[in-house]
């Protein structure tokens, strides 16, 4: 296989709800539908090697990473990276910063995914923060959130930071031409906002990299407003949760109400096909999971209730991530912004000591 | 009318997309319906008395108050409650604050609604900060999510009074008992959180007179997880925004999607009753508007898209207010906690005098 046209992913499969299953499904998925794939699953390996002997699948493109511990969902994030050195997400993450994998996902503990992002794969140099991108449905597409929850006490810096690696990745993995960046708030005026917000709106508004529209409210981001919707990490899992959870209600409330009587049963029936359908349109798995940016290698947090699908595209994502070339995309803007930066500081510095 | 049974009720008919038209068409309704309520129509009076023309109601029970104009929906709220002295929310706040009303209601400028509210009306001793309430439908019933907006950059000693006055409403006006408090937090674990839930989270476990149940993620709010959901107004704001949002945007998918083909078109003609049913019950507009508590009279903030019905009721939430006496129920409370607080202060220093 030829190495530097072939993307290698570390898999996480002892993370989240369906644990392995789903992951070792969506790796086999993935490998048989495209050739360039390498997967790396990582776990128990007597457990993945039973499993995986029910499959038929390419057999050089799996291949098995043993890690003997199981980081826990309610585990404390610090405590478990620290103290489990051979669970699935410190070893996943260790293959991508030894150059031996291109991406890790998993669907396990997000504080422990996120401390293990920052601390073993580690951030761009000139990065200050390194958030999670949430790749939400909206009416007509798919926008990026960030930060989903990664710094819940961001700073203006940040969010800068946070608006323009954003804009890069809508605009290289997600194809939108020059996106919408918009700041969450609660009106559309610019004297609006908390404190955070109008300390990084003239901030965000002085960006000549970014096409910056001002405010976003939360109500416009179901339906599309902006390309990519930036705010600290707080606000930003609270609106990705009250997304879902909105999503589920309704739901809920419209399955109940079809099966209330006979006339409404026949119209659930004749309804399906057309439900189906939207349903389909509605669904951004096929973008893949939440990827941090900003790190040194791709880390790339899946749902905790991921299934087959969500994986094998959230491995087609790793792929197009290396394709695109956005670790360097990204990477080399912060990098040169931080070395330009102490270049000026040094000159400065000898500027007063002559 | 024996005035102490009777409830006043000034309403801004100036404020929100349909005025002044959907206001007196509130009024007349709430008036038509229920005997005990005087409504005061506060706005420009040619054009009320002439629209008030082609009703038929019981005249003694709505009367105009002049206020010559009008603070639009785009105004510094601040500038507009200093400068626009006879604008309609000026003066329905001063029949408040002057006796003459029990309660002000607008569906205008938000921001002007609360500055009139903070400084006009005042805030009761002991409370530190107003906040709206908004109370939102669930699956089951409804939540009352407090700060809706009103206190973007709160501290954690307002969240512990707004989870107070939240209960207090939550068990008197709408008819909760022992309303299960919960704070908006990104985990269910209590180590989880931003700087201010961390600082918060304790002082609501140490708060004796709340039914306080822990964090609760905005995935769960839909579900009505807690009947009082408490947090920064920034945040409220967002996450009430959210949930709107998504509703409507599922809404109009649905819609699409449905008259997509014959088949569905006779679908949705067959669930049509069913869905109605649903949406009914999904409907709070029955409780009334957001209320702005901890004022020395009551303020409720209607939806700037509100129509009759939402101020029929919320002229009926004004009645069950002063039912209820809760201006009396949370006042107390707080001036007597601030009372306790002077005097422990002044016996102190007393005792360091001495």
């Known amino acids: 296989m030829d190495n530097t046209a072939c993307t290698c992913v570390a898999l996480d499969a002892m993370g989240g709800d369906y644990a ?56 404390h ?70 930060d989903a929850g990664a710094n819940v006490d961001a700073r203006a810096s940040h969010l800068v930071q946070f608006a323009r690696m954003g804009s890069i990745y809508m605009e290289e993995a997600i194809g939108v031409k020059n996106p919408k960046v918009g700041i969450v708030n609660v009106g559309a005026e610019e004297e ?6 109008k300390e990084t709106f003239p901030l965000l508004k002085a960006c000549t990299d970014i096409n910056f529209v001002g405010s976003c409210e939360a109500r416009d981001i179901p339906m599309g407003a902006c390309d990519v919707v930036v705010c600290e990490g707080f606000t930003g899992n609270c609106l990705v949760k009250m997304y879902e959870g909105a999503g589920i209600m309704l739901r809920s409330v419209a399955k109940e109400c079809l099966l209330s009587s006979t006339r409404s049963k ?39 209730n991921a299934k087959a699908k969500q994986f094998k595209f959230s491995i087609f994502q790793v792929e197009t991530f290396k394709k695109q070339d956005l670790g360097n995309k990204i990477g080399k803007k912060f990098e040169a912004e931080a070395e330009a930066k102490k270049e000026t500081l040094a000159a400065r510095r000898a500027a007063k000591n002559n």
Chains 1, 2 share one sequence.
């Not at 609006?192 to 917000?197: E, R, S, T």
Request: zero cysteines.
């Open 266 to 304: 026949l119209g659930a029936l004749l309804i399906k096909p057309a439900i189906r359908t939207a349903a389909k349109k509605f669904d951004a798995s096929a973008y893949g999971s939440a990827p941090m940016l900003g790190l040194k290698g791709l880390v790339v947090k899946a749902h905790g």
């Open 20 to 75: 392995p299953d789903e992951a070792i499904q969506g790796a086999v998925d993935a490998v048989s539908e495209r050739k360039n794939i390498k997967v790396l699953l990582v776990g128990r390996e007597a457990i993945l090697a039973g499993k995986l002997k029910a499959y038929t699948y390419p057999k050089e493109q799996i291949e098995i990473v043993p890690a003997s511990e199981v980081i826990e969902t309610a585990e």
């Open 192 to 197: 609006k906002g908390n404190a955070l917000v």
């Open 77 to 146: 994030p610090v405590k478990a990276i620290v103290n489990k050195k051979d669970s699935s997400i410190v070893v996943g993450m260790k293959l991508v910063r030894d150059g031996k994998a291109d991406g890790f996902i998993s669907a396990g503990n997000s504080g422990a995914v996120l401390v293990g992002g920052q601390t073993i794969v580690g951030r761009v140099k000139g990065v200050e923060r390194s958030p999670f991108a949430a790749i939400i449905p909206t009416k007509n597409g798919v926008s990026l959130l960030l």
